[in-house]
């Protein structure tokens, strides 16, 4: 079963069951798409997607793929929905004004005006 247990702003955390080949036990490594799209592979049960936007949904799935050559891969796992979180932008405010503070002590500090560069 395919799950995404934690969901951040810029990150889609997926976990599934582990997979089994009927030749040789365990499988060494399963595909993770994103909307149809391959995002990256993993040896283990879980995958941390990065490449995701704020406040958005995916639909995301993962195949298991063995060591026969050519390589066989699965049908793809039940589906997971998953939406990010919003970007917080109270956080981001607190950083502007903390870097505010922090600049207004220094030209105390140094006696004049300091130039800032962002």
Do not use: K
């Not at 955390?13 to 490594?29: F, H, K, M, N, Q």
């Amino acid at each position: 079963m395919l799950s995404a247990p934690r969901l951040s702003p810029n990150e889609v955390e997926l976990v599934w069951d582990a997979s089994t080949d009927v030749g040789s036990g365990a499988v060494p490594g399963c595909n993770v798409y994103r909307d149809g799209l391959t995002v990256g592979s993993t040896d283990g049960t879980f995958f941390g997607d990065a490449g995701v936007a704020a406040d958005t949904m995916y639909v995301c799935a993962a195949t298991a793929f063995d060591n026969a050559h050519p390589l066989n891969e699965s049908a793809e796992s039940a589906i997971a929905t998953a939406t990010t979180a919003p970007y917080n932008r109270l956080r981001e405010s607190f950083h502007a004004s903390h870097d505010d503070e922090v600049c207004r002590r220094l030209q105390s500090v140094a006696g004049g005006p300091l130039t800032r560069s962002v």
